[in-house]
T-cell receptor
Framework: GAGVSQSPSNKVTEKGKDVELRCDPISGHTALYWYRQSLGQGLEFLIY????????KSGLPSDRFSAERTGGSVSTLTIQRTQQEDSAVYLCASSLDGPSGGQETQYFGPGTRLLVL | GNSVTQMEGPVTLSEEAFLTINCTYT??????LFWYVQYPGEGLQLLLKATKADDKGSNKGFEATYRKETTSFHLEKGSVQVSDSAVYFC????????????FGSGTRLSIRP
């Protein structure tokens, strides 16, 4: 594809509900990353996939957050029992390769703006 | 741990003014350094990067030099335009097994015509 795409672009949900956010990386990119951009917290790393496995999940804030990637392509980030502090813009990025060959440029999607009421 | 500290905003300048946005970092080893930009209503874009000491990244008239001795990567532009109004993020990533990007808090830049 032309770039990283994410859906939905906006999501409003009630506290306690589950949400799923989707990321379509650039075709051929093996590495995929999730970040969160929230007011007062800046941009935080959440999780990184190389292919379908996640070698670094260190940024997931709690066990309510999980992510998976299938077919080495699309990824979903799931937030269970959402809380108001989960409100943020969730950004996905992809790159050609993981870190072993040096740092590849990460290309970011437009983000999903999540609001938990 | 690794971290990035950048100049707090907002920064407001007149068109054609000289711009500096300061950025310093703390990291083990030899990280790669980046400046990302987020224009109003758009996604995050890589502006420039440098992967080793003394490298200079440049793009769209912006420059930043990787200074290991001062652990800095200050962003500069000689003559800003209204279209440069955006939020600028300094960032780093380790060049070893950790691939996540660590971002600074961002600096909002507004350019007056």
């Amino acid at each position: 594809g032309a770039g990283v795409s994410q859906s939905p672009s906006n999501k409003v949900t009630e506290k306690g509900k589950d949400v799923e956010l989707r990321c379509d990386p650039i075709s051929g990119h093996t590495a995929l990353y999730w970040y969160r951009q929230s007011l007062g917290q800046g941009l935080e790393f959440l999780i990184y996939f190389q292919g379908n496995s996640a070698p670094d999940k260190s940024g997931l804030p709690s066990d309510r957050f999980s992510a998976e990637r299938t077919g080495g392509s699309v990824s979903t980030l799931t937030i269970q029992r959402t809380q108001q502090e989960d409100s943020a813009v969730y950004l996905c990025a992809s790159s050609l390769d993981g870190p072993s060959g040096g740092q590849e440029t990460q290309y970011f999607g437009p983000g999903t703006r999540l609001l938990v009421l | 741990g690794n971290s990035v500290t950048q100049m707090e905003g907002p920064v407001t300048l007149s068109e054609e003014a000289f711009l500096t946005i300061n950025c310093t970092y703390t990291a083990t080893g030899y990280p790669s350094l980046f400046w990302y930009v987020q224009y109003p209503g758009e996604g995050l874009q890589l502006l420039l990067k440098a992967t080793k000491a003394d490298d200079k990244g440049s793009n769209k008239g912006f420059e930043a030099t990787y200074r290991k001795e001062t652990t800095s990567f200050h962003l500069e532009k000689g003559s800003v335009q209204v279209s440069d109004s955006a939020v600028y993020f300094c960032a780093l990533s380790q060049d070893s097994s950790a691939s996540k990007i660590i971002f600074g808090s961002g600096t909002r830049l507004s350019i007056r015509p």
